[in-house]
T-cell receptor
Framework: RKEVEQDPGPFNVPEGATVAFNCTYS??????FFWYRQDCRKEPKLLMS???SGNEDGRFTAQLNRASQYISLLIRDSKLSDSATYLC???????????FGTGTRLLVSP | EAQVTQNPRYLITVTGKKLTVTCSQN?????MSWYRQDPGLGLRQIYY???????DKGDVPEGYKVSRKEKRNFPLILESPSPNQTSLYFC?????????????FGPGTRLTVT
């Protein structure tokens, strides 16, 4: 079983749609959680950190459920520019290790 | 401009010919790391460094070496490249302990070993 699992997609949605991605992690000692965005074969860039209380940044909302060991990302009012691969990333401070999911691909169409 | 730079961006080489991929950051970050990205496998950590002269293995260190003689530089060395090292490589840097903070990635190096 992979340490971080994501549905690879692709998720095909029209502009304006709301779309949600989930990510599960296996290591209960994980302590930091992030969503990164990666455009085609370019470097990943931080989209948002994920906090236990949940957090929102404009159209993006991230949630963490420690009991069930999953993280979610909700994108509202999708834009064409949201088309990208979204990487779920989990960190374990004890081992100084970041584990990346394989990513979920989102395609937003006009 | 705060950035991580990598060179070369593209490299085609032959099996066994030693190569070095350079990585440099201008943000005074303590933590630096190297990843490789392969289809279906995601980003996997090769080596990381908590600070100058402190390096440690990641998940896939076999066939790679690193050094951290200066804070800003973290080169990746392939002493004897093999075709299974064909991949997209990213260098990243971060503040302090690293994994609790945003990782800043370089633009990537696409390596092909024939």
């Amino acid at each position: 079983r992979k340490e971080v699992e994501q549905d690879p997609g692709p998720f095909n949605v029209p502009e304006g749609a709301t779309v949600a991605f989930n990510c599960t992690y296996s290591n209960s000692a994980s302590q930091s959680f992030f969503w990164y965005r990666q455009d085609c074969r370019k470097e990943p860039k931080l989209l948002m950190s994920v906090y236990s209380s949940g957090n929102e940044d404009g159209r993006f909302t991230a949630q963490l459920n420690r009991a069930s060991q999953y993280i979610s990302l909700l994108i509202r009012d999708s834009k064409l520019s949201d088309s990208a691969t979204y990487l779920c990333v989990v960190g374990n401070t004890g081992f100084q290790k970041l584990v990346f999911g394989t990513g979920t691909r989102l395609l937003v169409s006009p | 401009e705060a950035q991580v730079t990598q060179n070369p961006r593209y490299l085609i080489t032959v099996t066994g010919k030693k190569l070095t991929v350079t990585c440099s950051q201008n943000m005074n970050h303590e933590y630096m790391s190297w990843y490789r990205q392969d289809p279906g496998l995601g980003l996997r950590q090769i080596y990381y460094s908590m600070n100058v002269e402190v390096t440690d293995k990641g998940d896939v260190p076999e066939g790679y070496k690193v050094s951290r003689k200066e804070k800003r530089n973290f080169p990746l060395i392939l002493e004897s490249p093999s075709p299974n090292q064909t991949s997209l490589y990213f260098c990243a840097s971060s503040r302090a302990s690293g994994i609790g903070y945003e990782q800043y990635f370089g633009p990537g190096t696409r390596l092909t070993v024939t």
